[in-house]
């Protein structure tokens, strides 16, 4: 396995190839962010980056009802030195853009959509419950730490983003699948994991105990040990046919799962015992690859089986599935999903750490998604000056917010600085996997609620 190429404060490396284990623990940006210059940075960024349009054609979900669920949203704020502000609302696009630029935030957190609006909870002092939420999946990298050798902790690379192109996939089959689901919205964190927003409409309206039930039908992980219930579920089958091709073909081999001690140990350990020390005793003395080995693994299995009285042992049949899902399967933070109320960090944030931007990507290629060469806040400045310096004659810059602030209908015009950035394709992905989708959805159903 190629050791991990620690990326430099210039940013000078390149990754060739997915077996190449290019690492970062906060990346290029961080070593230029500071407090300092961290928010005059935030505010330009705000001020001529940020999609405003889309985003609230996203949270207003084409809304002809005053766009209450826009104004009814719940929107949260941290600003330096850990200062924590909850229940805000705005009437219009307009008004959150006056607020970030003037405020400066961080961090900007989502919430649910209120009765009323949010900033008015404490007029309702009973009964003032979300009446509808994007159901939302957050999934750690360091939730992995216990099956990953390239990496720990904050530190990410080529080699351990496939453990969340794992989970992408098993969730993208599950939920669309088994639940019927067709809106999704995959977010990069900005440093070591990933978001998963569902914004079909029957699904913001499901209730915290619908949410629970849900949670605990995806969850077959409880830290590295892997719990398949009673029985052996159709859902456990088809995770494993997503996730034995990731498994076999990249994991062995790039986390080393046969020669680092700590994942050797753990996958013994789910073996019965005399099948781990028979094994144990024979590998110690063999040259053979990881792939061989689990092959051998493979055969071990099959062949105990066989002897079994019953003609099959149903439990060894299952330990190849748990291998797999214990390596591989998504670890869930179930309090983020199983709560209408959660807030999570809004896409297209800025990482205070990483200076990354937290974009969308799409699930069909999550494999191919790069996390060390996500656009960065000072790179964005960079690009804007370059363009500048390419193109000195004076261009009107259109705005987001249009000229009238209380208006929720005003006209939202694009800004073409995002253009002259690399957040452009940030903003395509957005649109094309999620946005254009989603609205598309919209509409079709209005007008055939019109005609019936």
């Not at 040259?287 to 079994?308: E, N, P, R």
Request: proline share 6%; hydrophobic share 35%; aromatic share 10%.
């Amino acid at each position: 396995m190629t050791e991990p190429m620690q990326v430099s404060g210039e940013g000078d490396v390149q990754s060739k190839e997915m077996d190449t284990c290019e690492s970062s623990t906060v990346g290029r940006a961080a070593v230029a962010l500071n407090e300092e210059n961290l928010l005059p940075m935030l505010k330009i960024y705000y001020s001529r980056l940020f999609p405003y349009r889309q985003m609230f054609q996203w949270l207003s979900y084409c809304s002809t009802d005053d766009d209450v669920a826009f104004r009814n949203r719940e929107f949260s704020f941290t600003y330096p030195n850990d200062i924590y502000s909850r229940w805000n609302s705005f009437k219009t696009v307009a008004a959150l853009k006056e607020h970030l630029i003037d405020g400066v935030p961080v961090k900007l957190d989502i919430g649910p959509v209120y009765p009323a609006p949010a900033k008015d909870h404490n007029s309702y002092p009973k009964n003032f419950d979300p009446v509808q939420r994007e159901v939302v999946f957050d999934i750690d990298m360091d939730d992995y730490d216990s099956v990953r050798t390239c990496c720990e902790g904050a530190t990410v690379c080529h080699c351990c983003w496939r453990f969340m192109a794992a989970a992408v996939a098993v969730l993208e089959r599950t939920l669309r699948e088994d639940f019927g689901l067709k809106h999704l919205l995959w977010v990069y964190s900005g440093r070591r994991g990933v978001h998963c927003w569902v914004a079909d409409e029957n699904a913001r309206q499901w209730t915290d105990p619908v949410r629970r039930s849900v949670v605990r039908y995806l969850s077959l992980m409880d830290g590295a040990t892997v719990d398949f219930g009673p029985y052996h579920h159709p859902m456990v089958k088809k995770s494993v046919a997503v996730l034995r091709p990731i498994f076999e073909e990249h994991i062995i081999e790039e986390q080393q799962v046969f020669e680092n001690p700590k994942t050797y140990k753990l996958l013994l350990s789910m073996l019965p015992a005399a099948m781990s020390e028979s094994l144990h005793e024979e590998w110690q003395k063999s040259s053979l690859s990881g792939k061989h080995k689990w092959v051998q693994l493979q055969k071990t299995i099959q062949k105990a089986g066989k002897k079994s009285k019953r003609g099959y042992d149903d439990s060894l049949d299952s330990i190849e599935d748990k291998i797999i899902c214990a390596f591989t399967y998504p670890r869930l933070d179930t309090h983020v999903s199983a709560s209408m109320g959660h807030l999570l960090k809004s896409p297209f944030c800025v990482h205070p750490k990483t200076g990354r931007i937290c974009v969308p990507f799409d699930p069909q290629h999550a494999t191919e998604f790069n996390p060390l060469r996500v656009v960065e806040l000072p790179q964005l400045l960079e690009q804007l000056d370059e363009w500048a310096e390419k193109h000195p004659s004076p261009v009107a810059e259109t705005t987001d917010d249009g000229e009238d602030d209380d208006s929720s209908k005003s006209t939202l015009k694009q800004t073409n600085d995002i253009s002259k950035t690399g957040m452009a394709d940030a903003v395509e992905v957005f649109e094309r996997c999620f946005l254009k989708p989603l609205t598309k959805s919209i509409r079709a159903e209005r007008i055939k609620q019109r005609e019936a």
